[in-house]
C-alpha cells in the first residue's frame, strides 16, 4: 500500500520541492523515496517515516561549472543510465509489487512511469525540455517524450514549460518551501547560494560593499572578505534564511526562485545557457518586482546593484499552495 517516490539528484532543487509534498503525507501510507540526492537532506526536512534508497534512475545535466553544461559527457551518461534502466526493469517491478506500491511519484524520470504503477510526475520542466535544445539528442528526446505520455498525470507545478507530451495534466501553483525571518544581524543582508559546483565571483572584491553582509552555505576558495560569513547547514534553514535577507544573489533554479517569490526577497541572478527551464523561470522573474536579471560578465564579476535593492518587506510574496494541493491529489489517486 505505499507510495514510491523517484526523486532526481540533479541538484537540489527536486528534492527540495518533493519534501514540500511529501512531508504531509499521511503517517498511515508507507513512503519510500529513491534518490542519490544527500540524505542529510532529507532527513532534516522529512520528519514523518519512510525508508530512503540510494538509487538513481536519470542524469539530468552533467556541468562544468554551476552555469554550463557538457552535452557530450550527459549523452554518455544518458545512454549509460538508460540501459542500467532496462536492465533492471524486471527487478524494479517486482520490487514495487513486493512492497505493495500503489502509486509512483516522479520528479522527474521518466523510466518510472512504465513500470504498471499508477504514477504521478510532479514537474514545471521534464529532459524532454532540456535535451530538444541540444544536437544529436532526438531520439532519447522521443524515447523520454514516450515515456511520460505513460503517466496518470501531471501535477504541473507554477514557472512550467509547456509540456504537452502529458496527455493529462493539472496545475496546482508554486510548489516553495515557505520560510520565517529571523534577525542575522545589523545592516543590509544578502544571501550568495553558489550550488554544488560554487560560483567564480571575486569574493575578496565583496569587501567594496561596507553596508553589506554576505552569507552563504557553501565556503568559497580562501581569503574570504571580512563581511563574509560561511554558516553551516544546520545553523539555520534555507527557507528562512531566504526569508531573512535583504537579497539572495544565485542562478535562477526552481527551488530558490520559489522560495524567494514565496518570501518576498529580491532576486539578482545571471543568465543560464543550456537550461531551457530558465525562460520560463526568467519570464516570471521579470513579470515579479523581485527579478533583477543582470547580463553574465557583470553577475560573475560582483558588479550587483545592491544600492538600489528595496527595503525589506517591500517586494511582493506569492502564495505557494501546491503542496497542499498535491497532497490531496496523491492520497486521491493512492486510495484508488
Same mark, same amino acid.
Given at each position: 500500500?505505499?507510495?514510491?517516490?523517484?526523486?532526481?539528484?540533479?541538484?537540489?532543487?527536486?528534492?527540495?520541492?518533493?519534501?514540500?509534498?511529501?512531508?504531509?503525507?499521511?503517517?498511515?501510507?508507507?513512503?519510500?523515496?529513491?534518490?542519490?540526492?544527500?540524505?542529510?537532506?532529507?532527513?532534516?526536512?522529512?520528519?514523518?517515516?519512510?525508508?530512503?534508497?540510494?538509487?538513481?534512475?536519470?542524469?539530468?545535466?552533467?556541468?562544468?561549472?554551476?552555469?554550463? $553544461?557538457?552535452?557530450?559527457?550527459?549523452?554518455?551518461?544518458?545512454?549509460?543510465?538508460?540501459?542500467?534502466?532496462?536492465?533492471?526493469?524486471?527487478?524494479?517491478?517486482?520490487? /514495487?509489487?513486493?512492497?505493495?506500491?500503489?502509486? $509512483?511519484?516522479?520528479? $522527474?524520470?521518466?523510466?518510472?512511469?512504465? /513500470?504498471?504503477?499508477?504514477?504521478?510526475?510532479?514537474?514545471?520542466?521534464?529532459?524532454?525540455?532540456?535535451?530538444?535544445?541540444?544536437?544529436?539528442?532526438?531520439?532519447? $528526446?522521443?524515447? /523520454?517524450?514516450?515515456?511520460?505520455?505513460?503517466?496518470?498525470?501531471?501535477?504541473?507545478?507554477?514557472?512550467?514549460?509547456?509540456?504537452?507530451?502529458?496527455?493529462?495534466?493539472?496545475?496546482?501553483?508554486?510548489?516553495?518551501?515557505?520560510?520565517?525571518?529571523?534577525?542575522?544581524?545589523?545592516?543590509?543582508?544578502?544571501?550568495?547560494?553558489?550550488?554544488?559546483?560554487?560560483?567564480?565571483?571575486?569574493?575578496?572584491?565583496?569587501?567594496?560593499?561596507?553596508?553589506?553582509?554576505?552569507?552563504?552555505?557553501?565556503?568559497?576558495?580562501?581569503?574570504?572578505?571580512?563581511?563574509?560569513?560561511?554558516?553551516?547547514?544546520?545553523?539555520?534553514?534555507?527557507?528562512? /534564511?531566504?526569508?531573512?535577507?535583504?537579497?539572495?544573489?544565485?542562478?535562477?533554479?526552481?527551488?530558490?526562485?520559489?522560495?524567494?517569490?514565496?518570501?518576498?526577497?529580491?532576486?539578482?541572478?545571471?543568465?543560464?545557457?543550456?537550461?531551457?527551464?530558465?525562460?520560463?523561470?526568467?519570464?516570471?522573474?521579470?513579470?515579479?518586482?523581485?527579478?533583477?536579471?543582470?547580463?553574465?560578465?557583470?553577475?560573475?564579476?560582483?558588479?550587483?546593484?545592491?544600492?538600489?535593492?528595496?527595503?525589506?518587506?517591500?517586494?511582493?510574496?506569492?502564495?505557494?499552495?501546491?503542496?497542499?494541493?498535491?497532497?490531496?491529489?496523491?492520497?486521491?489517486?493512492?486510495?484508488?
Amino acid at each position: 500500500m505505499a507510495i514510491v517516490a523517484y526523486v532526481s539528484g540533479h541538484g537540489l532543487g527536486h528534492s527540495a520541492r518533493e519534501v514540500t509534498i511529501l512531508r504531509d503525507l499521511p503517517q498511515e501510507i508507507p513512503l519510500y523515496v529513491k534518490t542519490v540526492a544527500p540524505e542529510w537532506f532529507w532527513r532534516a526536512e522529512v520528519k514523518r517515516s519512510f525508508t530512503l534508497i540510494p538509487e538513481s534512475f536519470d542524469v539530468g545535466c552533467l556541468q562544468t561549472d554551476s552555469m554550463t $553544461v557538457d552535452q557530450a559527457a550527459t549523452k554518455a551518461a544518458w545512454e549509460a543510465q538508460n540501459q542500467r534502466n532496462e536492465a533492471r526493469r524486471a527487478d524494479e517491478i517486482a520490487w /514495487l509489487k513486493s512492497i505493495g506500491a500503489r502509486l $509512483v511519484v516522479t520528479d $522527474v524520470a521518466s523510466f518510472p512511469l512504465t /513500470l504498471g504503477v499508477p504514477s504521478v510526475c510532479v514537474a514545471n520542466f521534464t529532459w524532454v525540455d532540456i535535451y530538444a535544445e541540444y544536437a544529436g539528442f532526438e531520439a532519447i $528526446v522521443a524515447q /523520454l517524450e514516450a515515456e511520460y505520455a505513460q503517466a496518470t498525470l501531471l501535477l504541473e507545478a507554477r514557472l512550467a514549460l509547456p509540456m504537452a507530451y502529458f496527455p493529462r495534466r493539472e496545475s496546482v501553483g508554486l510548489v516553495a518551501r515557505v520560510g520565517e525571518a529571523c534577525v542575522l544581524g545589523r545592516g543590509r543582508s544578502a544571501l550568495i547560494y553558489a550550488g554544488n559546483w560554487g560560483m567564480p565571483f571575486p569574493w575578496p572584491s565583496l569587501e567594496r560593499f561596507t553596508d553589506w553582509t554576505f552569507y552563504t552555505l557553501t565556503p568559497p576558495p580562501k581569503p574570504w572578505p571580512r563581511n563574509l560569513v560561511v554558516l553551516a547547514r544546520e545553523t539555520v534553514r534555507h527557507e528562512n /534564511l531566504v526569508a531573512s535577507v535583504d537579497c539572495v544573489i544565485s542562478k535562477a533554479g526552481y527551488g530558490l526562485v520559489g522560495e524567494c517569490m514565496a518570501a518576498g526577497t529580491p532576486l539578482i541572478y545571471g543568465p543560464r545557457a543550456g537550461f531551457a527551464e530558465f525562460a520560463a523561470l526568467d519570464a516570471a522573474l521579470q513579470a515579479w518586482d523581485g527579478g533583477i536579471r543582470l547580463e553574465s560578465e557583470a553577475f560573475l564579476s560582483a558588479s550587483w546593484p545592491l544600492e538600489s535593492i528595496p527595503a525589506k518587506g517591500s517586494v511582493s510574496s506569492l502564495p505557494a499552495p501546491a503542496a497542499a494541493a498535491s497532497v490531496e491529489r496523491l492520497v486521491a489517486i493512492w486510495r484508488v
